[in-house]
């Protein structure tokens, strides 16, 4: 049974900003990104059931990159929100301020 993703606006920002910045460093290493989110993603839309970190947000961390997907599930209606998918290594007081 899958669930549908949804993605906040500001997540997808945040994704595309997380592939500019790889694909500045090496040509190619955006796209690698994105597939590995990509994975990810569709991991969750196989299965949500991760860890619940803050509240009601689970995190999925990404193996090869620094990042975390934060997430929310909803079994009734059978989707997964993505809120955010944050750089670990950046400092979070500054990233939550936003």
Request: glycine share 2%; with cysteine.
């Amino acid at each position: 049974m899958k669930f549908r993703i949804l993605l906040d606006p500001r997540a997808v920002v945040e994704v595309q900003e997380a592939i500019d910045y790889y694909e500045e460093q090496l040509i190619g290493l955006g796209k690698k990104f994105e597939l590995e989110l990509n994975i990810n993603i569709k991991s969750l839309a196989k299965n949500p059931f991760f860890q619940t970190r803050y509240d009601i947000i689970q995190c999925l961390p990404l193996k090869k990159y620094p990042f975390m997907i934060h997430f929310s599930t909803n079994e009734s209606e059978k989707t997964v929100y993505i809120h955010a998918v944050i750089n670990t290594q950046r400092d979070p007081k500054e990233y939550w301020v936003k």
